[in-house]
């Protein structure tokens, strides 16, 4: 790496946009001059406790906790630029290249952008950070994409710029709070101005201008000018609302769900199908918005009995302090000590000619005017459901009268009133349904809170965000996720290590984790069965102590993510064959992950050296992730539609927010060394047979290798009673045929036909591999050489990050490289599909037969989980799917807990070992160790 000198300063990263390009140079020579002062100034932003303040508010840790005050040298510095850690930047590759990648390490969020919403009871951000890209010096990478013939990935090539958006609320009483974040987190200080948020010049000299929606941005302009220099461009709240909802609907996919009795089911929109629909936003008072498009809407009514009403009336009457206060007091409430009911009236009857049942609401607090009793008779808790009932049921009406006025069969409702809250939706639900008889159908947004925040952020131009699919953006849930209860979204754990400071926050959270003990468990909430309005069943157990969990994670846009080409029918395609809706299902798993948890932290503590830094990081890991598994299990939807593959992946995202990149590192390298040893002599015995028996030895050396897999509990237990090569002897001995799923009659004469007639070879072959050692060299690549031997293209999928012991991306091409030296068929295709670019490898035989094959290339599937969503992989992965013929999915997480229902429009072949009982009994009606050969011709 050569360290940077004196010109090539170009900007944040070697691929930046045109206009970042220009724009960053003279601000990158500006900062240069100011570096000492920067990196000092640098050092107080960076290493400061923001996130502290985050785990100590989130966790209900008591008392302020003095912010670091924006310092003086903060405000005065010209406010329009991004501001720049150049400490210890450098060049990363080669200088001769155009736009040389420019690592800055201590850069953590490079370009910051922001938009709020002040609301009158809460302020809502939203902001985007721009890290800076890993930089790929990758050879493999570029030779495959020639052979691919994919244009240099460059972001020129994507209207969209990669980053993340954050989601962050704070109580408007509290605006000095929310202030002190922004100024910690320089998000005053990215370089926008009014138009587009390219540009670091400002159309007023140094103010930076921020767009800013709702009442606040008016009442609080003179603050944020003062106390951060940041001059607010207003921006209409209509507007806002309705390009926030819009985006959120057409961009993510599990945004919009129902509600009803209890259950929350969530609702694909058909993005060519998704206007008109009312818009109802619940705030302090309540808008209706009728929506035709983008920006086509019209505001066709209101009430001015909203969230504000609810929370007034609620704290004059119980002397709550918060509105989530007010909010858990209606958990544990009756309502029908205050309203009058149907069966007040009655005598107990139900009033069957119009259809009202004896616990209907007749009349909010009607009980109140007949009975001789004063406030404190009253329990608050009943005051504050009742309340809340009136509120809610107003608001469904009022929404239902307005959908019927324009005949919309749609409601959205959003607004941070409803925070998610079971009976909140479920009043409103029922009224909605109630009135239309079933004809109109209320549905609830996840970022609630968040549609006018995001709508002043998309009101910057030029972001691209409008263009944004639904596959380019992957919804992640950091750490402090279980934790926040939705106070402080804090940011992910991007840059731990370097922070002295970052000690005491991880001692903090390990042992605030500790103190609050994670949510417990809890049976599926429960309503009557009458949206609401009977009191509800469970009381005090189904709403969290943090009601006002947002329920949001970090938004991660990459534009590089597309969707598998293969897929037959990507709208009906579903990841997930175990649907942990189903609550069983969700405890077992959820014993499962725990269980492996201490093995898992032990594993990865060891793979960084069994520092005692490694071992900190190993407990809040542990600590994180079981606050995650808890949470979810108490609501498992809280994060989206919730499938095994989501559960299996957090546990990899987990472990790298605690910089743990490759905790099975050490295994993975054994397995490596011991397969390899071995595969000559496989070699040699697959050779010498017919060509029927070798595919037949094949096919089973695939299933019996995928025992390799430290993730399984069955698997690790085998792995102390022998070696991994007597592990492989014995369970290649138990291949017995038929498997339990056993088409392979049909891929063998699809592979060598029937008779004198000789079937045409595959084109192309992606064979998704799976774990390092046995699994993939005595397994995927033996197989992989039969193909090349029939002259089919062999392009191998795996993983871009590190996942349990799966084989990744980059680890491929070394091990190709190491098998070729054994093996010419491997060596000569290796070579044609660009892996063996700088070694010329002699086989053992000593030939260096260079004639013509077809080529064998890696390439990156975009995931770093050990199973495989194949609505979002990587951009090289889709464009090596275009020309192929024959997917070939190994191992239990990418071919049954994920795909095992998928359907391609070109051939396919499952092949795993099921290394779990219960799946094993639940997918195949089989047993532990049983195998899966499923071969599907072209759908
Ligand atoms: C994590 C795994 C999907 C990995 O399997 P693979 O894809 O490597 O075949 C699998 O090991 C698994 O589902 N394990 C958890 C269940 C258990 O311990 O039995
Ligand atoms: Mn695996």
New binding site residues.
């Given amino acids: 790496m050569a360290s940077l000198k004196e010109d090539p300063i170009l900007g944040i990263d070697g691929i930046i946009i045109k206009e970042e390009f220009e724009i960053a140079k003279p601000v990158i020579d500006k900062l240069r001059e100011d570096r000492p002062a920067l990196e000092t100034e640098g050092t107080v932003i960076k290493g400061e406790s923001v996130i502290d303040k985050v785990i100590e508010e989130g966790s209900g840790g008591q008392g302020e906790r003095d912010m670091v005050p924006p310092t003086s040298t903060s405000i005065h510095r010209s406010g329009s630029r991004p501001q720049l850690d150049l400490s210890k930047a450098a060049i990363e590759g080669n200088f001769e290249e155009r736009d040389p990648t420019i690592l800055l390490p201590n850069q953590s969020d490079d370009i910051s952008h922001l938009a709020l919403d002040i609301g009158g009871s809460l302020i809502k951000l939203v902001y985007f950070s721009r890290h800076q890209d890993r930089p790929t010096n990758d050879k493999r990478k570029k030779t495959v994409k020639e052979r691919l013939g994919i244009s240099n990935g460059n972001r020129r090539s994507y209207p969209i710029l990669g980053g993340r958006l954050h989601f962050v609320k704070f109580e408007t009483s509290k605006i000095n709070e929310c202030l002190d974040f922004i100024s910690s987190k320089q998000l005053h200080r990215g370089g926008v101005d009014s138009h587009s948020w390219h540009s670091d010049t400002s159309s007023n000299g140094n103010a930076v201008i921020k767009k800013a929606t709702g009442g606040g941005a008016y009442k609080y302009a003179d603050l944020l000018k003062e106390r951060l220099g940041v001059s607010l461009d207003k921006e209409d709240e209509m507007d806002c609302l309705v390009a926030g909802a819009n985006f959120l609907l057409k961009a993510i996919r599990h945004e919009a769900f129902t509600h009803m009795e209890g259950q929350k089911e969530f609702v694909q929109i058909d993005q060519n199908d998704m206007f008109p629909y009312l818009l109802v936003n619940i705030g302090s008072g309540v808008s209706m918005i009728k929506v035709d498009g983008d920006g086509k809407f019209e505001r066709v009514s209101g009430t001015n009995v909203g969230g504000g009403t609810y929370w007034g009336l609620g704290r004059l009457l119980t002397k709550c302090k918060s509105f989530d206060e007010l909010l858990e007091l209606s958990q544990k409430g009756d309502n029908g000590t205050i309203d009058m009911l149907v069966g007040d009236i009655y005598g107990g009857m139900d009033y069957n000619k119009i259809g009202l049942s004896a616990s209907t609401i007749a009349s909010s607090f009607g009980k109140a005017i007949s009975e001789k009793k004063e406030l404190t008779n009253y329990r608050p808790e009943d005051i504050s459901l009742s309340l809340l009932r009136m509120i809610s049921y107003n608001i469904g009406q009022i929404s239902y009268l307005n959908a019927l006025r324009f005949g919309l069969k749609r409601i959205f409702f959003g607004g941070f009133f409803i925070r998610g809250h079971a009976y909140t939706m479920d009043t409103i639900s029922f009224a909605v349904h109630f009135w239309s008889k079933g004809e109109a159908q209320a549905m609830f947004l996840r970022h609630e809170g968040f549609l006018g925040a995001l709508g002043a952020f998309m009101s910057y131009e030029k972001h691209g965000l409008d263009d944004l699919m639904v596959h380019q953006l992957v919804e992640r849930f950091p750490m402090g996720a279980p934790y926040t209860g939705g106070k402080i979204h804090g940011p992910p754990l991007g840059d731990l290590n370097e922070k002295a400071s970052a000690i005491s926050w991880m001692e903090k959270f390990v042992q605030k984790g500790t103190e609050i003990t994670a949510p417990v468990p809890m049976a599926s909430s429960g309503t009557t069965g009458l949206g609401g309005f009977e009191v509800p069943s469970s009381k005090g157990g189904t709403l969290r102590s943090d009601a006002s969990a947002l329920n949001v994670g970090v938004l991660h846009l990459v534009p590089t993510l597309e969707v598998f080409p293969q897929l037959a029918d990507p709208k009906m395609y579903e990841p997930n064959t175990i649907d942990l809706a189903d609550h069983s299902e969700l405890e077992y798993?959820f014993t499962?992950?725990s269980?492996?948890l201490p093995d898992l932290v032990d594993k990865a503590v060891a793979s960084e050296g069994g520092t005692d830094d490694s071992k900190r990081r190993g407990d809040a890991f542990a600590h994180a992730f079981s606050a995650h598994l808890a949470r979810l299990m108490e609501e498992p939807a809280a994060y989206g539609k919730l499938g095994?593959a989501n559960l299996?992946e957090l546990r990899e995202e987990c472990l790298r927010e605690f910089q743990f990149v490759d905790a099975y590192r050490s295994i993975k390298q054994r397995e490596n060394e011991a397969s390899l040893a071995v595969l000559p002599d496989l070699l040699v015995e697959l050779d010498s047979m017919t060509e029927e028996t070798r595919l037949l030895t094949l096919i089973e050396g695939v299933l019996a290798a995928?025992i390799?897999?430290?993730?399984?509990?069955?698997?690790?237990e085998l792995y102390h009673k022998g070696t991994i090569i007597e592990i492989y002897r014995m369970s290649r001995n138990k291949m017995q045929r038929p498997w339990r799923v056993d088409d392979f009659d049909a891929f063998k004469e699809r592979m060598l036909g029937s008779g004198d007639k000789k079937p045409c070879p595959h084109k192309r072959a992606l064979l998704f591999v799976?774990?390092s050692g046995a699994?993939v060299i005595l397994g995927m690549l033996p197989l992989a050489r039969e193909l090349l031997r029939h002259g089919t293209e062999v392009v191998l999928v795996a993983n871009s990050l590190p996942?349990?012991?799966?084989v990744t991306a980059m680890e491929l091409p070394d091990i190709v490289a190491e098998a070729a030296k054994h093996c010419d068929i491997l060596r000569r295709a290796a070579e044609a599909g660009g892996l063996l670019v700088d070694a010329m490898i002699n086989t053992s035989d000593g030939s260096k037969d260079n004639s013509s094959s077809v080529p064998l290339m890696v390439v990156e599937n975009g995931c770093g989980s050990?199973?495989i969503d194949l609505r979002q992989v990587s951009s090289e992965l889709a464009a090596a799917a275009k020309d192929a013929d024959l997917i070939v999915l190994?191992?239990?997480?990418?071919?049954?807990?994920t795909n095992f229902n998928a359907r391609f429009k070109c051939e396919a072949l499952k092949l795993?070992?099921v290394?779990?009982?219960?799946?094993a009994e639940k997918l195949i009606e089989g047993n532990l160790y049983d195998c899966v050969c499923r071969y599907e011709p072209a759908s």
Wanted: a negative charge; charged letters at 25%; proline letters at 2%.
């Fill in positions: 798993w499962v992950l269980d492996h095994l299996l995928n390799f897999d430290w993730g399984s509990r069955a698997c690790v799976d774990n699994d996942a349990l012991n799966d050990p199973c190994e191992g239990m997480g990418r071919a049954l807990h795993a070992m290394k779990n009982q219960r799946l």
